[in-house]
């Protein structure tokens, strides 16, 4: 039971940013490599704030707001500077690192003796047997919150703009759009998420580290092409719905892994060797395009 909650926390956490992945990689067609940097970012925010004695429901909106404005930096260099967009994110990213020091004010922040969402007065005081499942109901309402927001948008204008961006940006054109405008606000949108995410998993690990973001853009990109691929054919789940479960499946995939003896040191190996047979399996090969 352990280690299904493990995973499902885990699973939940990484929807979270896996949804915003799928803004960038799935609709924009945008390489953001900023990710990697935008989710300590997050999380950097939140310890800075927890460590001040902030409410812990007021990092939320912050991280939203933290990454949404690095999103926005990233389409800014991308569509006013044009810069390609790969190396607008590398831009970003490396940016970031310094910033995420500052933020939180060393590389390595505990958060033990500080009240989280899910540690706090609130949930000691429920019997001890329902502790346990607290972090797997809070992650699930907030992943159905942000899918179901999501949902809500990409049903707009605004939202259907956005995937014609990604699809077909002369029909943005013709419609007398600025397909430059639209591409920051998707790339805010997605980074926001993905700040989100570290957020939450800053809470829930109880502590911050500069480099807690390597090889989380690799995580979504995987959950994204398990819900969007392998998923694909369930259509009564929607695409959204299907990223969350392709995230959940992902880390349930690396558990099995690890539970085979294979060391931890090798986690990274795995996530690669996973990322690559989901890739082969779900057809996700396609001819590379050139990027403006």
Same mark, same amino acid.
């Given at each position: 039971? !352990?280690?299904?909650? #493990?995973?499902?926390?885990?699973?939940?956490?990484?929807?979270?940013?896996?949804?915003?992945?799928?803004?960038?990689? /799935?609709?924009?067609?945008?390489? $953001?490599?900023?990710?990697?940097?935008?989710?300590?970012?997050?999380?950097?925010?939140?310890?800075?704030?927890?460590? /001040?004695?902030? *409410?812990?429901?007021?990092?939320?909106?912050?991280?939203?707001?933290?990454?949404?404005?690095?999103?926005?930096?990233?389409?800014?260099?991308?569509?006013?500077?044009?810069?390609? $967009?790969?190396? &607008?994110?590398?831009?970003?990213?490396?940016?970031?690192? &310094?910033?995420?020091? *500052?933020? %939180?004010?060393? &590389?390595?922040?505990?958060?033990?003796?500080?009240?989280?969402?899910?540690?706090?007065?609130?949930? #000691?005081?429920?019997?001890?047997?329902?502790?346990?499942?607290?972090? =797997?109901?809070?992650?699930?309402?907030?992943?159905?919150?942000?899918?179901?927001?999501? $949902? %809500?948008?990409?049903?707009?204008? &605004?939202?259907?703009?956005?995937? %014609?961006?990604?699809?077909?940006?002369?029909?943005?054109?013709?419609?007398?759009?600025? #397909?430059?405008?639209? @591409?920051?606000? +998707?790339?805010?949108?997605?980074?926001?998420?993905?700040?989100?995410?570290?957020?939450?998993?800053?809470? *829930?690990?109880?502590?911050?580290?500069? +480099?807690?973001?390597?090889?989380?853009?690799?995580?979504?990109? %995987?959950? =994204?092409?398990?819900?969007?691929?392998?998923?694909?054919?369930?259509?009564?789940?929607?695409? !959204?719905?299907?990223?969350?479960?392709? #995230?959940?499946?992902? @880390?349930?995939?690396?558990?099995?892994?690890?539970?085979?003896?294979?060391?931890?040191?090798?986690?990274?190996?795995?996530?690669?060797?996973?990322?690559?047979?989901?890739?082969?399996?779900?057809?996700? /090969? @396609?001819?590379? @395009? /050139? *990027?403006?």
């Amino acid at each position: 039971m !352990t280690l299904i909650l #493990s995973v499902l926390e885990q699973g939940l956490i990484y929807a979270i940013l896996a949804l915003g992945v799928y803004i960038t990689f /799935r609709i924009l067609d945008f390489p $953001d490599m900023s990710v990697d940097a935008t989710f300590p970012l997050g999380a950097a925010v939140t310890a800075m704030m927890l460590a /001040r004695g902030c *409410h812990p429901l007021l990092t939320l909106p912050a991280a939203l707001i933290a990454g949404a404005i690095a999103g926005a930096v990233t389409g800014f260099i991308h569509v006013k500077l044009h810069v390609r $967009d790969l190396l &607008s994110g590398i831009i970003v990213m490396t940016g970031l690192y &310094s910033v995420n020091l *500052h933020i %939180a004010g060393s &590389s390595n922040v505990q958060l033990f003796l500080y009240n989280t969402i899910f540690k706090n007065p609130a949930v #000691s005081a429920l019997p001890y047997e329902a502790q346990a499942f607290v972090p =797997v109901i809070l992650l699930a309402a907030l992943a159905l919150l942000v899918k179901l927001a999501l $949902d %809500a948008y990409l049903a707009t204008r &605004s939202g259907f703009l956005l995937r %014609a961006t990604g699809d077909n940006p002369a029909l943005v054109a013709s419609l007398a759009k600025d #397909s430059g405008k639209v @591409k920051i606000l +998707g790339l805010s949108i997605a980074n926001a998420l993905v700040a989100l995410a570290g957020c939450v998993m800053c809470q *829930h690990q109880r502590f911050f580290d500069v +480099g807690m973001g390597t090889g989380t853009l690799v995580i979504a990109v %995987a959950s =994204v092409i398990i819900g969007t691929k392998l998923l694909g054919g369930l259509r009564f789940l929607g695409p !959204t719905l299907a990223v969350i479960i392709g #995230s959940v499946i992902y @880390k349930a995939c690396v558990a099995f892994a690890l539970g085979l003896g294979l060391s931890p040191f090798d986690l990274k190996l795995i996530t690669a060797a996973l990322l690559l047979a989901i890739i082969v399996l779900g057809g996700g /090969r @396609k001819k590379v @395009k /050139r *990027h403006a």
